[in-house]
């Protein structure tokens, strides 16, 4: 399973744009990677998921560089409601696999007014 | 549709209490996860379940942890000989597909167990 490293925390200001960057240096061919957010006493959430380059939804931006060694969760414009715990995943895509999927400490996003 | 249900939602037991926990995921979801989550940390995998495979229990912490899913559904986790270390939030989650790598993850809500 590939690890993955990313700062503890960050503090932004509401309306900035956040970028919060994801090392994952032995990253396999099959893997994908996947952010999730987590609010104070809910379950984690799905919020994007890619393999290379750019993946865009209507919560964020998932950069990925070309050798995937690194990715980076853009959340654009941020208000105090993205203030929550955000987790990168590595995970092997393929049917059937038996892998899973291991969630670090995760980075504590604090937008403050 | 409905979401992933877990229950109690808190659970407050005396140390060397038994305790289960249950989880309803997602009706038609193949997979199911159990997590702990302790104060200010992250997801400590536990346990999950994959259609009819035999479950990974490699993430349980010691023996008096065991899970359970009848019928490919329901899910129970019991702890035996509760210690006060057992405290924290216990989440399920439940996967759509076989893919476990990149399916998503649905979350219930956790139960909490405090240990006194």
């Known amino acids: 399973l590939a690890k993955t490293t990313q700062p503890i925390s960050m503090d932004s200001y509401e309306g900035q744009e956040v970028n919060i960057t994801c090392s994952h240096n032995n990253i396999a061919t099959n893997d994908y990677i996947t952010w999730y957010q987590q609010f104070p006493s809910q379950g984690p959430r799905f919020i994007i998921q890619?393999?290379?380059t750019k993946v865009t939804n209507e919560v964020a931006s998932l950069f990925i560089p070309a050798d995937r060694k690194s990715s980076t969760l853009s959340l654009p414009r941020v208000s105090l409601s993205d203030t929550a715990v955000y987790y990168c995943?590595?995970?092997?895509?393929?049917?059937?696999?038996?892998?899973?999927?291991?969630f670090g400490q995760g980075t504590t996003l604090q937008v403050k007014p | 549709g409905a979401g992933v249900s877990q229950s109690p939602s808190n659970k407050v037991t005396e140390k060397g209490k038994d305790v289960e926990l249950r989880c309803d995921p997602i009706s038609g979801h193949t997979a199911l996860y159990w997590y702990r989550q302790s104060l200010g940390q992250g997801l400590e995998f536990l346990i999950y379940?994959?259609?009819?495979?035999?479950?990974?229990k490699s993430g349980l912490p010691s023996d008096r942890f065991s899970a359970e899913r009848t019928g490919g559904s329901v899910s129970t986790l019991t702890i035996q000989r509760t210690q006060q270390e057992d405290s924290a939030v216990y989440l399920c989650?439940?996967?759509?597909?076989?893919?476990?790598?990149?399916?998503?993850?649905?979350f219930g809500p956790g139960t909490r167990l405090t240990v006194l």
């Open positions: 890619g393999y290379k």
């Open positions: 989650a439940s996967i759509p597909g076989g893919d476990l790598g990149t399916d998503t993850q649905y």
């Open positions: 995943l590595v995970g092997v895509h393929g049917s059937g696999n038996t892998g899973k999927l291991i």
């Open positions: 379940f994959q259609g009819n495979s035999a479950p990974d």
